[in-house]
């Protein structure tokens, strides 16, 4: 399976300032995720990162809180804007190849806001 | 949309028994069953999977088994061991749009293993 590499891993962040957190694939994928999961808890898509146009959002989750790009099949990034401490969280990224195969994940970047 | 249950939220067995967990779907139209592995620090490791024209899959220790009539399906790990010990999510997927699949997670189950 594709190789996934997050960064930062972790970052410890003042209230009100922006994080991007970078997703980059070792191979060309059809589909990148980006996942939300709070501590103990389930994963949440976030949106669904659309190489070359805006990003998909899903219910909850709008574009000028979490901006997303995808400027090729490999790379990804999601930008969490003015940040509070209840977006402290685990972000995930995951990619999906094409038709109905599996999501492959990250490790995750664990932010904290303080 | 899909409503995704997992049960249960923690399990402890003796190394050497077996863990079971179990998911329920709603959506007749999901067709693909992963289970994932997300150890502490980690991102949710694919660990089996099962598509819906299947009724059981195996791998080593690891057992799939999905009944589409009931929309259930559980994962079965033999012989535990402490390196079983992790956070198991179920998912069900169905497809949307011309190129990918929606993912509907589990809850989630913390199976600990007790040497």
């Known amino acids: 399976s594709a190789v996934i590499s997050q960064k930062p891993s972790r970052d410890i962040c003042q209230r009100g300032t922006s994080l991007t957190i970078q997703c980059q694939v070792d191979?060309?994928?059809?589909?990148m995720f980006w996942y939300r999961q709070q501590p103990g808890q389930s994963l949440t898509l976030i949106a669904t990162a659309n190489q070359g146009s805006e990003a998909t959002y899903e219910s909850g989750f709008v574009i000028d809180k979490f901006p997303i790009s995808r400027p090729n099949l490999t790379f990804s990034t999601l930008t969490v804007s003015n940040m509070s401490p209840e977006d402290s969280s685990i972000y995930l990224c995951?990619?999906?190849?094409?038709?109905?195969?599996?999501?492959?994940f990250g490790d995750g970047t664990r932010l904290s806001i303080l | 949309g899909e409503n995704v249950e997992q049960h249960p939220s923690t399990l402890s067995v003796q190394e050497g028994d077996s863990a079971v967990i179990k998911c329920t779907y709603s959506d007749s139209a999901s067709n693909y069953f992963p289970w994932y592995k997300q150890e502490l620090g980690k991102g949710p490791q694919l660990i089996i999977d099962i598509r819906s024209n299947v009724g059981e899959k195996k791998d080593q220790r690891i057992a799939v088994t999905l009944n589409k009539t009931a929309k259930h399906f559980s994962l079965h790990i033999t012989e535990t061991q402490p390196e079983d010990s992790a956070v198991y999510f179920c998912?069900?997927?169905?497809?949307?749009?011309?190129?990918?699949?929606?993912?509907?997670f589990g809850t989630g189950t913390s199976l600990t293993v007790i040497p």
């Open positions: 998912a069900a997927s169905k497809r949307v749009g011309n190129t990918g699949n929606q993912f509907y």
């Open positions: 191979s060309q994928v059809t589909m």
């Open positions: 995951s990619v999906q190849g094409y038709g109905n195969q599996p999501q492959h």
